[in-house]
Nanobody, 117 residues
Framework: QVQLVESGGGLVQPGGSLRLSCAAS????????MAWYRQAPGKQRESVAH???????NYADSVKGRFTISRDNAKNTMYLQMNSLKPADTAVYYC???????????WGQGTQVTVSS
């Protein structure tokens, strides 16, 4: 049984920082790509950042230079360090694990991030 559990969301002022965590159970962490997505009210879910098992990363243009994705394979945990936060970053942030090779994907339950003064 694969479970992804996000934590670290909250309310932060513009310009502030937050670090999200995604803890994974099961045997997929070392073999699957890990990713962060977000969904703002009234908008479609969008990709934020991805990291492969070997550590290669890519980011949405809207977060490049402000967000950093990382993973600790020993702890089965992925992180998203978010700096210089803007009100436009307000959304529910979801953790995803997927493998195009195996053809499966898993989602966490989401954590709310609100950027407001």
């Amino acid at each position: 049984q694969v479970q992804l559990v996000e934590s670290g969301g909250g309310l932060v002022q513009p310009g502030g920082s937050l670090r999200l965590s995604c803890a994974a159970s099961g045997s997929i962490f070392s073999t699957h790509v890990m990713a962060w997505y977000r969904q703002a009210p009234g908008k479609q879910r969008e990709s934020v950042a991805h990291i492969t098992s070997s550590g290669s990363t890519n980011y949405a243009d809207s977060v490049k230079g402000r967000f950093t994705i990382s993973r600790d394979n020993a702890k089965n945990t992925m992180y998203l360090q978010m700096n210089s936060l803007k009100p436009a970053d307000t959304a529910v942030y979801y953790c995803k694990a997927y493998s195009d090779y195996v053809g499966d994907e898993y989602w966490g339950q989401g954590t709310q991030v609100t950027v407001s003064s």
